[in-house]
């Protein structure tokens, strides 16, 4: 009936925080994409911390950088 969302805090490669507490109804596996500020994330790892509260966290990389080392 309902569908659960989680709570997803999303990291760049070097782990600095690119958004915090974004709610999504699904978590995307690894090698995914994410499409948000007007650009597409490529999933590189994904985090559960198992605690009180379930933390999720995806490590993600920029498109760009992928498609520029392919060209180069």
């Known amino acids: 009936m309902f569908k659960r969302k989680y709570s997803v805090s999303i990291l760049n490669e070097n782990?600095?925080?690119?958004k915090?507490?974004?709610?999504?109804?699904?978590?995307?596996?690894?090698?995914?994409?994410?499409?948000?500020?007007?650009s597409y994330y490529n999933v590189i790892?994904?985090?559960?911390?198992?605690?009180?509260?379930?933390?999720?966290?995806l490590i993600v990389k920029p498109m760009e950088k992928i498609l520029e080392k392919k060209v180069l």
């Open 15 to 18: 782990w600095e925080m690119i």
């Open 45 to 57: 790892n994904v985090i559960h911390c198992l605690s009180d509260k379930q933390g999720i966290f």
């Open 20 to 38: 915090d507490s974004v709610k999504l109804t699904f978590i995307p596996r690894a090698n995914e994409l994410l499409y948000f500020n007007e």
